[in-house]
Every structure is written in structure tokens, then in C-alpha cells.
């Protein structure tokens, strides 16, 4: 009993979570009609309050790796992933809050699936177990569908939303068939059991063609969780179509829970640990998969970037930026070693602070003109100036320029690669940061022209509320880039424990 | 506290309090659309912050000139910056020869032109925040020749690109000065690509970031040839982006849109030399570096007459300083290629000083004539601003190179230099052939500089009859200018009468190499002399009666006059040969423009096009398509697993 | 019958599966081929769990099963949603947003 009662203390924030969430759906029914939004949201933030203080204690957590339940493990990395959940629910929360789209009826049913798609995430950062993995993943996804199908009637909204199922619901089935294959293979589904057994498979050397075919499957269920290409192409299309919170919700959580779901299952199962040395055939299998992921990497990165040029809808173009830094993203992971995944842990929380701010900022926009046309922001720089140079920062680290964390996230991703002997992924990733100026640059353009018409949108100033919300991110993403000792050093030491 | 940080940190409190004063005007706005800044209060503050950094960098120069043994004075702020696996990036400064003259040039002349800036600026609307991108801009500067590892100088680097781009958009509510600011900073991001590859290369093959580690791993033999030279030309690629070289120089020009004082400060004195300070800075790397060297040399050649060729022609009166600019730039990295450093940094120096000369008074010629830039319609100028002209006067002087004027003695240090130094590519030939284009070229910037001078003060007012005159703040920057562009010449005089530069710099560039017997070096000296002499006297010819008398002449002359008249006799030689010459050398320049530049530029711009158009178009929107690529995906990744080694 | 003819009929199942979400003009038939994905794994864990070791696999299956009907419920009311906003169910037809 005191056993249980022990285990059960290390999923607080899961339990949590979970209560909160019942909690928004019961609140919901017995708040008057009208007044939904702010209670249910209200309650949801209290909720997401608690579990951060509750995920906080954990924090610094001795023994460092503390298995639960024998299928869950909490460690450094998945706190680091669940704090970085709670904090982009939060500010999706309090965007929904004060957004204009998203206000009809049935909103405690709203922040009720996200917040289960929250736990989503949550068992995806921290499970070594695939079946927990793919159920953290469907319910992830599951709940996605419906918060990207939330606006009724609105025919963008319900296109986003079946395209997403469609193109999900394959893609964890692949994956989910990947998953059996290694199961067949090594008799668990424990990828603790599974990285030794795999070891030995490769020491007999009876050829990789099995593990090869299994890998591959999961590879690409977890490239469209990242929106890696050939995997991406879901993106654009449910970004633009879905409300523009939920879009934020899953450039953000979604895919930096599908990152820390990548870099488990790659290191438990297939990074020989180097200074026991493993077998001959298990170096070379993981230098193959490393060289893969960068050919994806520079593939994603370069599609991305170039479908992003044209744009002329600043939802969808934020949306293909979102895959070219999938695609910076991936040239940490394809490193295959620590540096490089440590590369990659600090360059989402960047990734983060500077998407969760420029979303914010889209949606503000979108609230003020009921448009998301990059032409019409002209102007916004008079119109509400703190909103534009927020903005501009935001843009300045997402183009990867100094001294905004965007410049030392990038800087540590290409040292990890260049080590790594990709040095020709580095000068893919550095045309690629010239390409991507082009586009940003419109942007910042756009909001300090005059518009011909000077009161073609009524000024509006942003509430105080969300003027504060956005300094908060554009301050994160400067100070990231100025201090940002300590972080580093969490997001290498999270590495030591993992698996 | 230690001074040396606070020679940036001074512009930048300059720049903050600028700024904060700038929102304050921005939130009266609110309420009265026209509130003013306080002008007086923000001139002041801001040029007291770089006159406080002029006599902070003097009282460090004199500590540094006092100290023996390796006369240098360092400050580090942490020898971990940014934790790599590899060399630990430190963050510091670097105060010796080089980097000391810098600072004094930066904040003396960048002092003087805020100074001017104060009387330029006057009622702009954007008043306090022009002050605050002037003081951002030196102190990104300072940090640039302060710093002593590369990371610490791409900081300075992106910082003065920044403030150049905001700077030449400053008036960004007309779009073509918004797309001039865009021109600069992308191209200059094509430099910077090439920079930051540079700084990659040399920590991974040298294992340091600092300048000072990388130079002895280089001298002492650490690298192979093909790694200085692949280092070298990539160093020399960020140059040509910042320093506006040959194919990158097309932002310069462009870059005329930004306020006067911009053009004077940031786009003649300082930022644009950056790339031969880099130069210098990393000379060991191109002093093992034949092929490097070489390509610095003749790419400044080559730069050097091309631009000079633009200048003949130009109208605009900013323009033709502009090109002017990118000219001499050419003839520093010439300098710079053949190991003539010391020559280089002289010509830099007394450049920076004639040129923001000549621009400042082209500012207040413009200011004159409410923004009149077009010198067929000035004219008649010499009695109406008799301050203007005579600084002027002797800023095109200098810049011309006559006899006894600083730019005279510079100028002739990198033609010495030119025959005396190394061999270009290792052939010895080929320094005459270089030697021959920088003379040619040297005759051009005589003629273009006094054309300007003729066209804009003499003959009859074309246009504008009442200019109204400057006051005082504008006129004594030019008066200190113009006594700086002769007094300079101290700085390195022939046969060795004053060597006081070159000997300063030792400790940073070494020994000069090669030496000229003294009568070769008379001998280049009175050439240069006449070289200089002879454009100014076409100049005079051709233009010194005003456009009108020159227009009229070349329409109807009458045969005899022309037999009889010795002056015209050099018209006749000059319209033939020269003018042929220069028709035909911007006619080849043109095409190498439209084809070659605009074809490399706009050839990768409609690559990215198409495929950002194809990128687009892989997106159609049927979602089968998009089931039919995952299909596609997964099956290529799983075959490429099983079936590649 | 051995492991291999489970596996090679749950192998063709998933090829059936992919070729079905793609090619098919009706989204109903899609969502069936999805189905189709998730039971070629299914018939794999139980497989595996039969032949190699361990309940891991029944149960993991047992838990696909029921993913599988909340998946499916999910994606059947997007599907209405989406008929009732284009008045189609060809799975081509909405594509206000592309390129």
C-alpha cells in the first residue's frame, strides 16, 4: 500500500491534470450561459497552476530517474518537457480567453480536450513503455482533431479537421505497426528491455532488414507528429484552417511532445552506449539512421522555407516556418548523440517563447481586423506599436539573428551538427536562415508602412492582459539569448538520465 | 570599473537615453500629432556620449603608447562566453595598435558628424531617433575593432549592419529608400554567410576563436596552404559584403537614400572599411595565402576602376561620392593584397577624414538647396557658401591626391606598395598590370572630384538662385575636417620623414616587406603628382567655366578656335581617347552589371522562386495527395534503411 | 499455421490499408482502410504475444481496439461536419486551402 501510495505521489501532475480537467467539465455545467469562457478558463489556469507547482517540486528530484508504475519514468528531460506543456497551455488558455474566434457556446468542452490533450503530452514525454507512447499519442492526436474542427460552421475549420484525421489517424497506424514489428522482435514492449535485446540482435548479426522495416514505420508516425517532410503536409493546411489558439496549441505542445516521444524512443533503443561500445553492426545502424534524419532534416528545412516565400496568408505562412524549424530541429537529433540532443532541448524552449509570441500575436491581429492577410498589417507599427516591436522580435529570433535566443539555439544545433561530420547540413541550414529572411522580413515590413487608407482598421490597443502576455515572451526570447547559461546547462544535464 | 569597456558602453548609454526620449516624444504624439523632440537636449546628449568616448579612447591611447614591452591592452569579461565542445568562446576586448586608431578615428570623426548631425536633422520628425541608431551604430563599431575573438566581432558586425540598414531606411515612408535598406542588409547577409563560415572553419582547424590564437596557428605553420586559402577567401567574402566589393558592392550606391550624416559616418568613414580591417586584422592568413592575397588585390583593382569608371558619370552629387567610396575601398584592399597593410590603413585613415569631408559638404550644399542632389542643377555655389567650397576644396583635393595633401601620401603609399610588394598570385608581372589600373584609376578620381567641385560652385546658379546659409554647427566639422584631411598627412610622409603609422603598427603587421630604392620612389611620387595634376586639369578644362561654357563648347566649335587653343587641343585628346575610353569601360562595366551581377542576383532569385512555386504546388490541397506522399515518404525511408549500407 | 502466415496476412492487410486511404473516392472507404492499418497491428500483437512471449501484446491489442472505435468515432463526426459543410464526402472535394 505504501508502495502505491509512493508511485502515485510521482504522477501528481498527471492526477492533477486529470482532476482539473474534470473539474473545467463539470464547472461548465453549472456556470450561466455567456460567462463560460472566463470561469471555464479560469478554473482550467488554477488547474494548470497547481500541476506547474507540483511539476516544479520535481524538479530537481534525487534519485534523478524515478520509474512509476513500471512504464512511466520521471526524470529531468520529462520535466522539462512537461513544465514547457503546461507553460504553452497556459498561454493557449489565456489566448482562448481573449479571443474573439473562439467564443461560442460549449466552452468548457473546449478547454476540457485540451487539457487532455495536455495529459497527452504528458505521457509522451515520459513513457518508455510503446503502449503508453501510442496511447499518449492517440490521445494527443485524438483530442487535436476535434480542437482543430472547434469552429462550427466555418468550412476552413472543418476542412482543417478532417484533413488532420485523415492524415493522423494513417500515420499512427503506421506507426502503431512499427511498434508491433519491435515487439515481435524482442518479446517487449518496454524500451528499456527492448535497447538490450535489439544490442544483442545486432552482436548475431543476422541482418538488420526487420529492425530496419520497424524503424522506418515508427520514423515516419513520428515525422508527422513533427511535421518533418515528406510528412508535413497536413500542416499548412489544419494551421490555417484551425482557430488560431488551437493552431498555436499544436505548433507548440503537440510537436515539442512529438520531439521528446523521438529522442526516447532513439536513445533507449538505438544509441550504443559509446563508452561501453556495443556491436560493430549497431554503430553502423545508428551512423544510418543519423545520416537519414538529416537527409529529412534538410529536406524539411528546404521545403518549408521555400513554400513559406510565397505566402500570403500570415497564419499559413507561420505555419510552414513551423516545419523549416522542425527541420533545424531535426539536425540536433540526427547528431545521434548527446550534444546534439541537448542542442535540441534548447532550442524548443526557444522555439517555444518565440512561436507561442508571433501566434499571439496573429491572433490579436486577427481579432482587430478579422483577417490574417500579411498586406493588411500595414501599419500596425503606429497602430500599436508595443504589438509590432514585440513582433519584431519575435521575428529577429525565428530569422536567427543576434542577441535574440533564435541566434544561440541555431548556433548550438550547428555546432552539434558540424561535430557530427554534417557540415554540409550546416551550409543547407545557413542558405536555408538566408531564405527564411525573405519572408520574415515581409512581415516586419509590413507592419511600419503606412497603409494608403489610414482608417481602414479602427485602432484598437491591445488589453493590458495581452500586452502583457506578449512582453513576457519577447522578453524570454531576448533573455535566452543573453543568459542562457543555466538553461543549457538543465538541458545537458537532462541527458544524463535519460532512458 | 576598467576604462575599456566604456568606450562602447558610453554610445550605447547614449543610445538608450536617446531612445527613452524618443518614446516620450512618441507618447506626446498621441495627444498632439505634432510634438517636437527636444532637439538641443538629445544633440547634446548624444554627441557628448562619442566625445566622451573620443577622450576616453585618447586618454587609453596615451596608456597604451606609454606601456612597454608588447603594447596591448586587453580586458576580459569571461573567458566562457558560450561553452562549445570544442574552444570555449571568451568575451573580451583587444586595445592595441590597430584597433586603438580605430577607435580614435570612430569617435573622433563619428563625434564631429553628430555634431553636424545636430544642425543636418534639424525639425525631422525622427530627430531623437536618428540620435539614437547614430550612437548605436558607434558603439556596434567600437565593439567590432574592440573585440578580440571573431564571435565577440560578428556581434559589432551584425550590430553595425543593423543600424546601417535602419539608418539608410531612415525616411522608410518612401519605398524606395525602404527597398535601398533592404538591398543592404540582404546583401550584406551574403557576407555575413561567408564570415561566419570563416569563423567556423578557423576555430575547428586552429582550435581557437581569437584573433591572436588563430594568427599564430596560421603563422606558425599549423595549417595547410589549401586551408589558409579556402580561410582567407571566405574571410574575404564577409569583406566584400561589409567593404562593398566586387560582386557585392551593389548596396553601397543604393545606400545614398539614408540622411547625409549617415552616408558620411557609416558608408565612407567606418562601417565599410570594417572588411580591410578584418583584412588586416587576419593578415597572417593571407600572408601564407598566395591565392587569398591575390584575390584581395585584384578584386580592389578590379573594384577600384570599375567604380571609378561609374563615378565619371554620375549626376547625382552623392552618387558620385558613393562610387567614389566603393573606388578607394578597392584601392585599400588592393594595398591590403600585396601585404602593403601599413599603406592600407594610412590611406583608411585619411580617407575617412576627406570623405566624410566631402560628404558633410555635400550635406550642407544639399541642405542649401532643400534637398536638391542633382549637380547639373547647382551651379554658381562658391559665393553663396564660401565655407562649403573651401573645405570642399580641400577634401577633393586630398581625395584627388595633389601634391602635399594627406590623401597625396596615402595614395602614393599603396602605389609604392603596389610595385614594391609582394607578387600577386606569385607572378611579379602582374603587380605592373595592377600598378597600371590603380594610376588609371588614380586619374579618374582626380577628374570626377573636381568636376563635382566645378559643377557645384562655379559658373552660373542652374536652377537655384537663393540657397540659404548653413549655421554654424554645420560649418565647423568641416573646418575641423578639412584641417584633419591636410594636418594628416604627418601620419606617413616619404624617405622616411615620418613613419609614425607604419612604426605604430608594427606590433600588429610587422615589418613592411619589400623595399623601393629612393629613386623609384621619387620617381612614383612625382608621377602620382602628375597623374593627380593632369585630372584636375581636364576637370578644369572641361568644367571650369561652368556647364554652361562646357555644354556650349561641345556643341558648336569652331575648327580654328580649336587648332589655336592648347586647351582645347586637350579637350580634342580627351574626348577622343579618354571619353572613348570611359564610354567604352561603363559601356563593358554596364553589361557586367546587367548580366553578370544582375544575372548571378536575379538567376538565384528566380531559382528560389520556382521552387518555392514547386514547394507551393506539392501542397494541393486534395488530402489523398497528401496520404499518397506519406505513402511515398515511408516507403522511401524504410527502402533507404534496408537498402543502404 | 506458423508465425510467418499471421505475418504475411497481416502484412497484406496494411498494404490493403495504405492503398485503400489512398486511392479511394468516398472517405467512409477511407476511414475503412485506416481500420484496416489498425487490425493488420492488431493481428501482429496477438500474434507476436501467441508465438513469442508475454500478455504485453493481447493487451496492448485490446487497447488498440478500443483507440481504434474512439479514433473512428471522432473521425465519423468530423466527416458529418464536413458533409454538412460541403455537401460531399469525397475526401477530394474541400480544398479551400492549398499551395
Not at chain 2, 249 to 275: E, F, N, Q
Not at chain 2, 470 to 476: D, Y
Not at chain 2, 590 to 606: E, Q
Request: hydrophobic share 55%; net charge neutral; aromatic share 12%.
Amino acid at each position: 500500500m505504501n508502495l502505491l501510495r509512493e508511485e502515485l505521489s510521482w504522477i501528481t501532475p498527471e492526477l492533477c491534470l486529470t482532476l482539473f480537467a474534470c473539474v473545467a467539465l463539470l464547472v461548465d455545467l453549472f456556470v450561466q450561459k455567456g460567462r463560460e469562457s472566463v470561469m471555464v478558463g479560469f478554473f482550467s489556469l488554477m488547474g494548470l497552476l497547481a500541476t506547474a507547482f507540483f511539476l516544479y517540486r520535481q524538479y530537481g528530484v534525487t534519485p534523478p530517474a524515478q520509474p512509476v508504475f513500471g512504464c512511466m519514468v520521471v526524470d529531468p528531460f520529462s520535466t522539462l518537457f512537461k513544465l514547457f506543456a503546461v507553460g504553452a497551455l497556459a498561454f493557449v488558455v489565456l489566448f482562448t480567453m481573449l479571443s474573439r474566434q473562439t467564443r461560442p457556446d460549449g466552452y468548457g468542452e473546449f478547454y476540457f480536450i485540451l487539457l487532455c490533450a495536455g495529459l497527452g503530452a504528458f505521457f509522451l514525454a515520459s513513457t518508455y513503455n510503446l503502449l503508453l507512447m501510442y496511447l499518449g499519442l492517440e490521445l494527443l492526436s485524438i483530442a487535436s482533431y476535434i480542437l482543430a474542427g472547434y469552429a462550427k460552421g466555418n468550412r476552413r475549420s472543418g476542412e482543417a479537421a478532417m484533413k488532420y484525421v485523415i492524415f493522423g489517424a494513417v500515420a499512427s497506424g503506421v506507426m502503431l505497426y512499427g511498434f508491433t514489428l519491435l515487439y515481435g522482435m524482442t518479446g517487449s514492449i518496454d524500451l528499456t528491455v527492448i535497447g538490450p535485446k535489439l544490442r544483442d540482435q545486432f552482436a548475431l548479426d543476422h541482418g538488420t532488414i526487420p529492425i530496419s522495416v520497424a524503424t522506418g514505420l515508427c520514423l515516419a508516425g513520428f515525422a508527422y507528429k513533427i511535421s518533418a517532410a515528406p510528412f508535413h503536409f497536413w500542416t499548412p493546411d489544419v494551421y490555417e484552417g484551425a482557430p488560431t489558439p488551437v493552431t498555436t496549441f499544436l505548433a507548440v505542445a503537440s510537436k515539442g511532445a512529438g520531439f521528446a516521444a523521438l529522442l526516447r524512443f532513439l536513445q533507449a533503443g538505438f544509441i550504443p552506449d559509446r563508452t561501453l561500445g556495443g556491436p560493430e553492426a549497431m554503430m553502423g545502424y545508428s551512423d544510418k539512421l543519423g545520416t537519414l534524419v538529416a537527409v529529412l532534416a534538410a529536406l524539411t528545412m528546404t521545403l518549408g522555407n521555400l513554400a513559406a516565400l510565397g505566402q500570403t496568408n500570415l497564419k499559413r505562412m507561420l505555419a510552414y516556418s513551423s516545419i523549416a524549424h522542425a527541420g533545424y530541429v531535426l539536425m540536433g537529433v540526427a547528431t545521434m548523440n548527446r550534444e546534439g540532443f541537448s542542442s535540441v532541448l534548447f532550442y524548443l524552449v526557444v522555439y517555444y517563447f518565440m512561436n507561442l509570441g508571433a501566434f499571439g500575436v496573429v491572433m490579436y491581429y486577427a481579432n482587430t481586423t478579422g483577417d490574417e492577410q500579411i498586406d493588411d498589417l500595414k501599419g500596425l507599427g503606429w497602430r500599436s506599436p508595443l504589438v509590432a516591436i514585440t513582433m519584431v522580435a519575435f521575428l529577429v529570433a525565428l530569422v536567427g539573428l543576434p542577441p535574440t535566443a533564435g541566434f544561440i539555439g541555431k548556433w548550438f544545433l550547428f555546432t552539434a551538427a558540424v561535430k557530427k561530420g554534417f557540415l554540409w547540413l550546416a551550409v543547407v541550414a545557413g542558405i536555408n536562415s538566408a531564405i527564411s529572411l525573405f519572408y520574415y522580413f515581409r512581415v516586419a515590413r509590413a507592419m511600419w508602412l503606412r497603409p494608403e487608407e489610414e482608417a481602414k482598421y479602427a485602432t484598437v490597443h491591445a488589453s493590458p492582459a495581452f500586452a502583457a502576455l506578449l512582453l513576457v515572451l519577447a522578453v524570454g526570447t531576448v533573455w535566452f539569448g543573453v543568459g542562457f547559461d543555466s538553461l543549457l546547462r538543465y538541458c545537458d544535464y537532462s541527458q544524463n538520465l535519460l532512458r | 570599473m576598467p576604462f575599456l569597456p566604456l568606450i562602447p558602453l558610453l554610445p550605447l548609454a547614449g543610445a538608450l537615453a536617446c531612445g527613452l526620449l524618443h518614446l516620450q516624444v512618441l507618447r506626446a504624439r498621441r495627444h498632439h500629432a505634432d510634438a517636437r523632440p527636444a532637439e538641443g537636449l538629445i544633440g547634446t546628449i548624444a554627441t557628448l556620449a562619442v566625445a566622451a568616448a573620443f577622450a576616453l579612447s585618447l586618454e587609453r591611447f596615451f596608456a597604451l603608447a606609454g606601456s612597454s614591452g608588447e603594447r596591448v591592452l586587453t580586458w576580459r569579461a569571461t573567458d566562457v562566453w558560450i561553452p562549445t565542445g570544442g574552444p570555449a568562446i571568451p568575451f573580451g576586448f583587444r586595445f592595441d595598435a590597430l584597433s586603438s586608431v580605430m577607435c580614435l578615428v570612430i569617435t573622433g570623426v563619428g563625434a564631429l558628424i553628430h555634431l553636424y548631425s545636430i544642425g543636418y536633422m534639424k525639425g525631422d520628425r525622427g530627430f531623437a531617433r536618428f540620435f539614437t541608431y547614430l550612437n548605436l551604430f558607434v558603439a556596434a563599431m567600437l565593439v567590432l575593432v574592440l573585440a578580440d575573438s571573431m564571435p565577440v566581432l560578428f556581434i559589432g558586425w551584425e550590430g553595425v549592419g543593423l543600424c546601417s540598414y535602419l539608418l539608410i531606411g531612415f525616411w522608410y515612408e518612401e519605398m524606395k529608400n525602404a527597398e535601398a535598406g533592404q538591398k543592404a542588409f540582404v546583401v550584406n547577409r551574403v557576407g555575413d554567410f561567408g564570415f561566419l563560415l570563416a569563423m567556423f572553419a578557423a576555430a575547428y582547424w586552429t582550435g581557437s576563436f581569437e584573433f591572436t590564437g588563430v594568427n599564430s596557428a596560421v603563422e606558425g605553420g599549423k595549417l595547410a596552404t589549401w586551408q589558409t586559402t579556402v580561410l582567407g577567401l571566405l574571410l574575404f567574402v564577409g569583406a566584400c559584403g561589409k567593404s562593398a566589393q566586387i560582386p557585392l558592392y551593389v548596396w553601397l550606391p543604393d545606400a545614398m537614400a539614408g540622411p547625409t550624416p549617415v552616408s558620411a559616418l557609416i558608408h565612407a568613414a567606418t562601417m565599410v572599411t570594417a572588411g580591410v580591417y578584418l583584412v588586416i586584422r587576419t593578415h597572417p592568413i593571407f600572408d601564407v595565402s598566395p591565392i587569398a592575397s591575390g584575390v584581395v588585390a585584384c578584386t580592389g583593382a578590379a573594384t577600384a576602376i570599375f567604380a571609378g569608371s561609374m563615378g565619371l558619370v554620375a549626376r547625382d552629387i552623392k552618387k558620385v561620392l558613393a562610387y567614389s567610396t566603393v573606388s578607394q575601398l578597392g584601392f585599400l584592399f588592393l594595398g591590403a593584397g600585396v601585404g602593403a597593410y601599413g599603406a592600407s590603413f594610412y590611406h583608411l585613415v585619411t580617407h575617412a577624414f576627406f570623405k566624410a569631408l566631402l560628404f558633410l559638404g555635400a550635406g550642407s550644399v544639399i541642405l542649401a538647396l532643400h534637398h536638391e542632389q542633382d549637380l547639373f542643377k547647382m551651379g554658381g555655389l562658391r559665393r553663396a557658401l564660401p565655407g562649403s567650397y573651401r573645405t570642399m576644396w580641400i577634401g577633393a583635393a586630398a581625395l584627388a591626391g595633389l601634391p602635399l595633401f594627406s590623401g597625396f601620401f596615402s595614395k602614393d603609399e599603396i602605389l609604392a606598395g603596389v610595385l614594391g610588394g609582394r607578387p600577386v598570385f606569385g607572378i611579379p608581372g602582374l603587380n605592373w598590370v595592377l600598378y597600371a589600373v590603380a594610376a588609371a584609376t588614380a586619374l579618374m578620381t582626380s577628374f570626377y572630384t573636381f568636376r563635382l567641385i566645378y559643377l557645384a560652385f562655379e559658373g552660373e546658379p542652374r536652377g537655384h538662385e537663393h540657397p540659404h546659409p548653413n549655421p554654424t554647427v554645420i560649418t565647423l566639422p568641416l573646418v575641423v575636417l578639412a584641417v584633419a584631411s591636410v594636418a594628416a598627412a604627418v601620419l606617413g610622409l616619404p624617405f622616411g620623414i615620418s613613419h609614425a603609422l607604419q612604426h605604430w603598427l608594427e606590433p600588429v603587421i610587422g615589418e613592411p616587406q619589400g623595399h623601393l630604392s629612393h629613386s623609384a620612389e621619387i620617381l612614383l611620387l612625382v608621377g602620382s603628382g602628375v597623374i593627380a595634376l593632369l585630372g584636375f586639369a581636364i576637370a578644369r578644362a572641361t568644367y571650369g567655366g561652368g556647364l554652361a561654357k562646357a555644354e556650349a563648347r561641345a556643341a558648336a566649335r569652331p575648327a580654328l578656335y580649336n587648332a589655336l587653343s592648347a586647351r582645347w587641343w586637350i579637350d580634342e585628346l580627351y574626348d577622343a581617347t579618354v571619353v572613348r575610353a570611359v564610354r567604352l569601360t561603363s559601356f563593358i562595366a554596364g553589361l557586367i552589371d546587367a548580366f553578370v551581377i544582375d544575372g548571378l542576383v536575379n538567376g538565384a532569385a528566380s531559382l528560389a522562386k520556382r521552387g518555392a512555386a514547386s514547394a507551393r504546388r506539392m501542397a494541393d490541397g486534395s488530402t489523398q495527395t497528401y496520404a499518397l506522399w506519406f505513402g511515398a515518404g515511408m516507403v522511401v525511408v524504410v527502402a533507404s534503411l534496408v537498402l543502404l549500407r | 499455421m506458423g508465425l510467418a502466415g499471421y505475418l504475411i496476412v497481416a502484412a497484406i492487410l496494411f498494404a490493403l490499408g495504405i492503398a485503400c486511404t489512398v486511392a479511394r473516392k468516398n472517405v467512409i472507404y477511407v476511414l475503412m482502410g485506416i481500420e484496416l492499418i489498425l487490425n493488420a497491428a492488431n493481428l501482429n500483437l496477438v500474434a507476436f504475444s501467441r508465438f513469442v512471449g508475454g500478455l504485453d501484446g493481447q493487451i496492448f491489442a485490446i487497447f488498440s481496439i478500443i483507440l481504434a472505435a474512439a479514433e473512428a468515432a471522432v473521425a465519423l463526426a468530423i466527416v458529418l461536419n464536413v458533409f454538412g459543410l460541403f455537401d460531399s464526402i469525397r475526401p477530394d472535394d474541400p480544398d479551400l486551402m492549398k499551395e
